[in-house]
């Protein structure tokens, strides 16, 4: 199934308020004895609604811009990453070194650790018998990022020869970019579980059984068609108003 869209929820709403409209405008006539469908509880249950869809939308914006703020963040990384290498290059370190710095690069690059077989290459390896299986080495989630990128500035600590001029390149420099990173990351996580609480307090008030919107509407035109009966001009008034049903 599909999800109900955010404008459904929002249709829904509009369509409860149409609904209200209407209970107001039969006067006294509309009386039920149940609490719930009371005109005052239709009303405190429309505001609660809109109360909801509100909270949705913006904890939608704050999800929003930490995710646009962590991708300008983050974007510079690899760039800087391939800086950090032609760096240790430049200076006097071991084959040794070299490869643990072009190790953790590979992955904050999301590069292979060998190139990619051509077809040809593959079809040799197969003539001899041998695997050609190709294992992914990307890791380029923004946790695996943070992880990688952390890792090669601890790594660059234990080397003496690391030592640039270049202030964007200086391991101070480095830690506090990935401490930015890190809250801009962990910004992202808890915005997105604000969102998921929205929607859930949202889909409670819309559509929980028995006491949601889009069930008790459903009462309260059932209530209007025992009120007027079905051919009655105030039944039809009502009964065109469609309110969707969740669906996850």
Do not use: C, W
């Amino acid at each position: 199934m599909t999800s109900t869209s955010e404008t459904g929820h929002a249709k829904n709403v509009a369509n409860f308020d149409q609904l209200i409209s209407s209970v107001s405008g039969f006067g006294a006539t509309y009386n039920p004895s149940r609490t719930a469908i009371q005109l005052s509880s239709l009303q405190a249950l429309s505001a609660s609604a809109r109360a909801a869809l509100n909270g949705v939308s913006s904890a939608q914006a704050d999800y929003s811009n930490a995710v646009a703020a962590r991708e300008v963040k983050f974007q510079p990384l690899s760039k800087l990453a391939t800086r950090i290498l032609n760096a240790i290059k430049a200076t006097d370190t071991t084959s040794s070194v070299d490869d643990n710095v072009k190790t953790l690069i590979r992955k904050i690059q999301g590069v292979k650790a060998t190139p990619k077989l051509t077809g040809e290459e593959k079809k040799a390896l197969a003539a001899e018998g041998k695997e050609t299986k190709e294992i992914s080495s990307s890791q380029l989630s923004f946790d695996s990022l943070l992880e990688n990128f952390n890792k090669l500035i601890q790594l660059l600590v234990s080397i003496p020869q690391y030592a640039p001029n270049e202030e964007e390149l200086k391991v101070i420099t480095l830690t506090a970019q990935y401490n930015e990173m890190k809250t801009l990351n962990d910004t992202v996580v808890t915005t997105a579980t604000a969102l998921s609480n929205a929607r859930i307090a949202r889909n409670e008030v819309l559509y929980k059984e028995n006491t949601g919107l889009v069930d008790i509407a459903a009462d309260v035109k059932t209530y209007i068609k025992s009120l007027f009966g079905t051919s009655a001009p105030q039944f039809k008034q009502v009964s065109k108003l469609e309110f969707s049903p969740y669906k996850a």
